[in-house]
């Protein structure tokens, strides 16, 4: 065997190994950016999620408020707790 041919054989072998190599180093990265994704989507999810039971908690919290702000015919509603009043 001359060193031509050995260095052509070893070549070809490198190459080969290079591609491999390639292959599942692509497939590692695609595998991770849709496993990222698959993450972003379900955290954006949840965060819509949060969002809409804020607004839901706010909208509650403020719906009991203006009912007892619009009320002035009930005196024990007047009354605060902290303070002594004569009814």
């Given at each position: ?8 054989k ?29 993450e ?31 009320e002035?015919?009930n ?7 902290a ?5």
């Open positions: 065997m001359s060193a031509d041919d050995f260095q052509s070893y070549a070809s072998v490198m190459e080969s190994m290079l591609k491999s190599a390639i292959a599942e180093t692509t497939k590692l990265f695609e595998n991770m950016v849709d496993e990222l994704k698959a972003i989507s379900k955290i954006k999810k949840e965060n819509e999620d949060l969002k809409t039971k804020c607004f839901q908690y706010e909208t509650a919290k403020a719906a009991p408020s203006a009912q007892r702000g619009g002035a015919g005196a024990s509603e007047k009354c605060d707790t303070v002594q009043c004569a009814l």
